[in-house]
């Protein structure tokens, strides 16, 4: 074996590493990343979450934004322009510049009932001469308002019942199951009828049937999870040292379960859209002249084969606010607990 010759190495490679060199090495290249952080650089690798996100976001400052700034009153009737189909300024597909099929033959819509030409329905009219377009958007911002209304009931009574009960366990736990279990045997249906009996259709009636079973579903999801946070160790080292339990659910139970609780709500708002179509559709939703998703389906539904356009935009603003609130919720869920791809 080749001995190494002490003399052929450099005088500098024996000198003391000095305190710096040391501490530099021992240094975490990567920042360090917090719950939140750490759940956003996992959703935004899911880029149908983001997209999703990204028109969610778009749809509710259009919808909410109309209030203030809107093509015509969504309304105002105008018996002289009925019916009229969509016109967009510089679009000459037929569909989309204000011709229409009558008798056979094609013709300008607009043109016959004298409308200005400065004067444009994006999406054309109704039966009493309504903007479509404004009037989507007056509907879209209904269905979110009862949609957001019923994701932070059932964060407020939800949260509340489930991790009480889920603290609390024993004689107290079953009782407030069985109430659940009451309560959602009970159809929703048949609690909106109810409903009806004591208030007039519309939004109060909507959302006084959601409170009665809506939150039921996170109630029994924070419950599960309650009962499986409780028994970790820091839980029963929190509980051995004299710590109440109303602060070791703040403080402990809800931080961890935080996730679960978001993802669930997020589920819980494309299906109060729905809801709230649903009982629109069968008269039995909001009232006119206030139009929502389900109001406008149920206007256009009845005229669908001859004028299609008052049934295809609010179906297909429904279907796209439905299916972006559940890819989000997909993408959440995958965020908040990795262990789900596995």
């Known amino acids: ?97 204000g011709t229409a099929v009558v008798g056979g033959n094609r013709v300008d819509k607009y043109e016959q009932a004298n409308v200005p030409d400065d004067v444009h329905y994006y999406l054309g009219t109704d039966g009493l001469g309504r903007d479509l377009l404004s009037r989507l958007l007056m509907g879209t911002r209904m269905s979110l308002i009862i949609a957001f209304v019923a994701a932070f009931l059932d964060l407020t009574f939800g949260v509340i019942y489930g991790m009480f009960s889920g603290m609390k366990g024993g004689k107290t736990d079953t009782v407030m199951q069985r109430i659940l279990e009451v309560l959602s045997g009970v159809p929703n249906l048949v609690v909106m009828i109810l409903m009806l009996m004591v208030f007039k259709p519309g939004l109060m009636s909507i959302i006084l049937a959601m409170i009665v079973t809506g939150w039921i579903t996170m109630a029994r999801i924070v419950r599960a999870q309650t009962l499986k946070i409780k028994d970790q160790e820091y839980v029963l080292a929190a509980t051995t040292l004299g710590v109440s339990q109303p602060k070791i659910a703040l403080k402990h139970v809800l931080p961890n379960i935080s996730g679960v609780i978001i993802v669930q709500m997020m589920f819980s708002i494309p299906s109060a859209i729905f809801f709230e179509a649903f009982l629109s559709f069968i008269g039995l939703g909001l009232t006119p002249p206030t139009a929502s998703l389900g109001t406008l389906l149920n206007e256009g539904y009845k005229t669908f084969r001859f004028l299609p356009h008052l049934m295809w935009a609010p179906a297909i603003t429904l279907s796209v606010i439905m299916i972006c609130f559940n890819l989000l919720a997909d993408g959440l869920r995958d965020a908040f607990d990795p262990k789900m791809n596995d």
Do not use: C
């Not at 935004?44 to 969610?56: D, E, H, R, Y």
């Open 1 to 97: 074996m080749e001995r190494l010759d002490i003399k052929s190495i450099p005088a500098e490679k024996f000198e003391p590493i000095s305190i710096n060199d040391n501490l530099d090495r021992e240094k975490i290249s990567a920042p360090s990343l917090n719950f939140l952080q750490d759940s956003w650089r996992r959703l935004k690798k899911n880029k149908g979450a983001v997209i999703s996100l990204v028109i969610l976001i778009i749809v509710t400052i259009i919808a909410f934004g109309s209030t203030w700034v809107s093509p015509h009153d969504p309304t105002k009737q105008n018996p002289k322009y009925i019916n009229l189909p969509p016109k967009i300024p510089g679009v000459g597909i037929n569909g989309f510049n």
